[in-house]
Structures are given as structure tokens and as C-alpha cells.
């Protein structure tokens, strides 16, 4: 009787031990990832400036053709813009600063920071301090 209780308690010691390993450490938090298609759904923009860079570009796209236009972002760090009418319409880089909230879209010798506004697994709304544009895109 003596030798059953020590085991007894080594062994409930043993699977509690191991069932909370698992708990604590067996579910990882899931990252948030860019990559892949997205669907420009909305381009908004709240200045009353001239502008040029990547919001003129993506407005005058969705303006002269009726095909929704998208971008695409790969593991490699970069990016294109497209409709499904044609191919590559305008290759970059990117990368996001998760510190600050911030993708950077490096187009020629420039970045363009596009705030984080808000991102989700399907969604992802972004802002543009340099000229005020917003973006509003959805995953494909």
C-alpha cells in the first residue's frame, strides 16, 4: 500500500505536467500574413492635393476598366498590380513593419508608407499619410 501511493503521485505528477506542456506550448498564436491575392475594393481619396504615386496609378486603373483590379503579394517580398484582363500591370517591393503598423511599398528609389488600419484574414484597410488616400482591399 505504501508503494502504490508514491507511484499513484508520480503518476498524476507525470500527465499533469504533460497536459500543460501541451496547453502552454502546443497552440502557437497564428501570425498574420500578406501574401497572396487581394481584390482592391475601394480607393477613397479625402485630400484636395495633386498627387502621383501608387493611388493615381490604382484610381486611373479601376477608372478606365470596369474588371476589379488586384494586387498580389509574394513570400519574396514583392508585389504587382493586376486585373484580369491583363497580366503584371506594376511590379514592386514591400515589406511591413509590424512595430509601427506600417506596410512599405518601395516603388523606383522611394518608400511609400500605407498605414495599418485595419487587418484581418480576409480584410485589410490601408492609408496613405503622403497623400491621404485610403485602400480597402479583401482577400481572393
Not at 7 to 20: H, K, V, W
Request: charged content about 25%; some cysteine.
Amino acid at each position: 500500500m505504501k508503494t502504490k501511493i508514491p507511484a499513484a503521485i508520480i503518476i498524476a505528477a507525470t500527465c499533469i505536467s504533460l497536459l500543460s506542456c501541451d496547453w502552454m506550448f502546443g497552440k502557437k498564436p497564428k501570425t498574420k500574413t500578406i501574401t497572396g491575392k487581394w481584390t482592391i475594393e475601394n480607393i477613397a481619396d479625402s485630400s484636395k492635393k495633386n498627387k502621383n504615386g501608387l493611388g493615381i496609378l490604382a484610381i486611373a486603373m479601376m477608372a478606365k476598366d470596369s474588371v476589379p483590379l488586384g494586387i498580389e503579394f509574394r513570400p519574396d517580398s514583392s508585389f504587382s498590380l493586376f486585373n484580369t484582363k491583363d497580366s503584371v500591370q506594376e511590379p514592386g517591393k514591400y515589406y511591413i513593419d509590424t512595430a509601427i503598423h506600417t506596410l512599405f511599398i518601395k516603388k523606383d528609389s522611394t518608400d511609400m508608407p500605407l498605414k495599418i488600419i485595419e487587418w484581418t484574414d480576409s480584410s485589410l484597410h490601408l492609408f496613405s499619410t503622403a497623400d491621404s488616400v485610403w485602400y480597402m482591399l479583401s482577400k481572393k
